[in-house]
């Protein structure tokens, strides 16, 4: 970190505005400003951990080296690489205020956050590990649950016109049978992102590539189902064009650690999913048979559904189609109920 005097110093002997020309540079070739550097993006991805894959992986295609930025830039006609690394140290990340010393990373959200809402995350976070029944006191979560409750009123039933897939990972299936891929029976429901321990939840993928990068590329079973039944559902996906008139409060969400934490796998108790059952809950209170979520692991087109109505399963409104193998390298074939 620079000293007020050695700032100075170098501010003095800058001749054309380092920091102010670095910036617009970044402006002009890359159309975003720096969300945050090397030394800050783990707390920056901690909060925001959707933006790392969405809008086409844009957050990592456009990772940018401070070398490679200086040769593609206008900043090598004014400055030679030894001048550039002398007075790039007069601009500093904004996110954690260090000097740019390797990397950085320009990106802007396709929304306007909400303002200060990573103090709001921080502030849920520790209320969902402290007192987590306590957080429907909380003003934020009092407000999405307003939200959702006005969604539902311009919701209408709708009938899924593309079949979508349930995984089971093969270890865990001793016999192929339709009821492994049924609604989990509610003393083997553990705590999920949308559901409580033991109030199970149907999770499908819109595609079978989706549900099995959401098993970590374990060998599974994958099954077709075809949800026969009008739903209503809670779109957490492209939000602009499905609720324009919170969308913006939406995308927050969906970008924040509070419904795309990543999965933690340490214990019983989750706290990162406290946020994304709550809004469950308020989804399942108000009327909600599904939410649908983008998928952090695939293609930008994928998407998860969860079905938080019990009562629909494949006893009724869901029909089971193929059954498909998937190794642990990608490939499938399918198979019969009578071949296992």
Known sequence: MLTIEERQQLEDEDE??????????????????????????DDFLKNWPFAYSADGARFQRD??????????SRLSDAYSEEEFFKFVRLVSCPRCDEELTSGFYPYEFPFDPIENFEFLINELADLSKSSPFLLIKHPFAAQIFNVIEDLYKEAMPTIITKNLYKARIKSQVSVVKPSEFDITPSQYASEGR????????????????TCYQELRKKESYIAELAVEKE?????????YENHNKHSYLLDTLVYS?????????????????????????????????????????TNIDSFNLVLINGDISIKDSIKLGKIYAYDNTN??????FSSI
């Open 16 to 41: 054309y505005g380092m920091e102010e020309f670095f910036l617009n540079e970044v402006d002009s070739w890359l159309g975003a400003d720096i969300a945050c550097c090397d030394k800050c993006i």
């Open 331 to 336: 490939k499938y074939h399918e198979i019969s």
């Open 194 to 209: 949308y559901n409580h321990s033991g109030l199970p939840a149907l999770y499908l993928g819109s595609d079978m590539e």
């Open 257 to 297: 650690s509070l419904i795309s934490a990543k999965q933690d796998e340490t214990g019983s108790f989750r706290p990162q999913y406290i946020f994304s059952r709550y809004i469950a809950d308020c989804a399942k209170y108000v009327g909600f048979d599904a939410i649908k979520y983008p998928s952090t692991r």
């Open 63 to 72: 990772q940018m080296d401070l070398k490679y930025f200086y040769n593609g």
């Open 231 to 239: 739903i209503r559902i809670l779109d957490l996906t492209a939000t």
